[in-house]
């Protein structure tokens, strides 16, 4: 099976009323542990490429370990941009294969958002790929930008219509509370999202897909776990896990995760290494953090999206 678009992944996702997760990839590990989990729960796939990753991997090593994974699973996976911020870039993951790209016009104007995106969208779709535009500004950290909470904005509902007519984008990534990295909320800070906003944006776009970023659950257990050996995390908070249940039940069909890998991943090799302070294999340490990213994958997926059995 070639890479797939997300599209028909997300028409049977909205009409189940369950997501598909969109995990970020950095390297081999991160992509056996988020495909071997998809592959025993049979679930569809995201696999999300940011220009960190992208500048940290190489494009072409991306994807082929992606393009690996399918040989090794047979599952659809689509192979997504995440925050594409210039067209060239977008371009050049069209170019090199990407099934699907999103461009974040999110800091420009509407106009300026509106005229980014388009162009995108044309060029995708002469291409046979799918696009994920941006409507609000989620606060937290995204490759070297740090968003602060005064500078996001929830995304304005009467904006959206005419947002997706005049773009032409697949689907689209609001804003509603959740943020990027590993501090979302304050500690003792009640989390809370904007389901109003998410209500409204699904009535005036029936059947269209949402898209929530930064939607990361900061599992205590890894922090705890990064501390216990060694690391110095300060108190971190995020997005509860029935809140994120609940979006997927509404017009979510898109859930990002990126922060929970990381976690996973640092939780395992900080503890192998208080464990085995001699080792020094690095067989003997990713092997851990590739399971950690397994189980926590195959949590996500049964537990959290409920994308389980729908590859
Ligand atoms: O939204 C951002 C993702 O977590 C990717 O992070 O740009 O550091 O790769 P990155
Ligand atoms: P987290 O930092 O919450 O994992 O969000 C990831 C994300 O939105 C990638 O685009
Ligand atoms: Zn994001």
Redesign the pocket.
Known sequence: MPLVTSKEMFEKAYAGGYAIGAF?VNNMEIIQGITEAAKELNAPLIL?V?SGARKYANHTYLVKLVEAAIIETGLPICLHL??GDTFELCKSCIDGGFTSVMIDGSHYSFEDNIELTAKVVKYAHDHGVVVEGELGRLA?IEDAVNVSAEDASYTNPAQVQEFVERTGVDSLAIAIG?S??AY?FKPGQKPQLRFDILEEVGKRLPGFPIVL????SVIPEYVETINKYGGNMPDAV?IPEDMLRKAARMAVCKI?????LRLAMTAAIRKYFAENPAHFDPRQYLRPARDNIKALVKHKITDVLGCDGKA
């Open positions: 970020n999300q940011s995440d925050h937290g959740t990027h990295g979302k970023h930064g939607a990361s995020g990002n995760i990126d922060s929970d």
